[in-house]
T-cell receptor, first 113, second 113 residues
Framework: GNSVTQMEGPVTLSEEAFLTINCTYT??????LFWYVQYPGEGLQLLLK?????DKGSNKGFEATYRKETTSFHLEKGSVQVSDSAVYFC????????????FGQGTRLTINP | ETGVTQSPTHLIKTRGQQVTLRCSSQ?????VSWYQQALGQGPQFIFQ???????GRGNFPPRFSGLQFPNYSSELNVNALELDDSALYLC????????????FGPGTRLLVL
């Protein structure tokens, strides 16, 4: 079946550091790919998405590029802030009957001032 | 535009009891999906409703059931609660259609004692 694997956490960085969170997927076909963010005590917020190969999703300084060759969708940000501290989930969307999101296990990010 | 809302925010039940969780979808959305997020894990798909019909189900037993109403709001019912049902239950709404983005509510945190 389809699956998503994220880099192990937790990740701790200093403010203004460069961020990469790795995400790879296994899927039949070419699913849409997503990054969601979850702040403490809250639900999931869509951060960005990409629907086809070579698409780049971007939002709030975060970027991720849909790489078909490496089946990856790594999340990057050039300069992180304390307010970026959260749990980040990579996900793909299956479309066999229901439109079902398959999530990775999440990566907890902590940014220190 | 009103986002996805869920009620209640928190709930405590004892083993063997039954629970009903509620979700109001975002304006204009006709599809509701439910996910279970255990502590420290990514969300797992429970089922999806499209125009009042269940159109897909994940790996959850029949004691997890749902409804969607004509206004596209939805309920998740869980019978015979078990300790392992303790989790954050997330509802997401979307437009019906392939690869449509799902927008999540804040979740209901259920604790089973």
């Amino acid at each position: 079946g389809n699956s998503v694997t994220q880099m192990e956490g937790p990740v701790t960085l200093s403010e203004e550091a460069f961020l990469t969170i790795n995400c790879t997927y296994t899927a039949t076909g070419y699913p849409s790919l997503f990054w969601y963010v979850q702040y403490p005590g809250e639900g999931l917020q869509l951060l960005l998405k990409a629907t086809k190969a070579d698409d780049k999703g971007s939002n709030k300084g975060f970027e991720a590029t849909y790489r078909k060759e490496t089946t990856s969708f790594h999340l990057e940000k050039g300069s992180v802030q304390v307010s970026d501290s959260a749990v980040y989930f990579c996900a793909l969307m299956e479309n066999q009957g229901a439109q079902k999101l398959v999530f990775g296990q999440g990566t907890r990010l902590t940014i220190n001032p | 535009e009103t986002g996805v809302t869920q009620s209640p925010t928190h709930l405590i039940k004892t083993r063997g009891q039954q629970v009903t969780l509620r979700c109001s979808s975002q304006s204009g959305h006709n599809t509701v999906s439910w996910y279970q997020q255990a502590l420290g894990q990514g969300p797992q798909f429970i089922f999806q409703y499209y125009r009042e019909e269940e159109n897909g189900r994940g790996n959850f037993p029949p004691r997890f059931s749902g409804l969607q109403f004509p206004n596209y709001s939805s309920e998740l019912n869980v019978n015979a609660l078990e300790l392992d049902d303790s989790a954050l239950y997330l509802c997401a709404s979307s437009l019906g259609g392939s690869q449509e983005t799902q927008y999540f509510g804040p979740g209901t945190r259920l604790l089973v004692l």
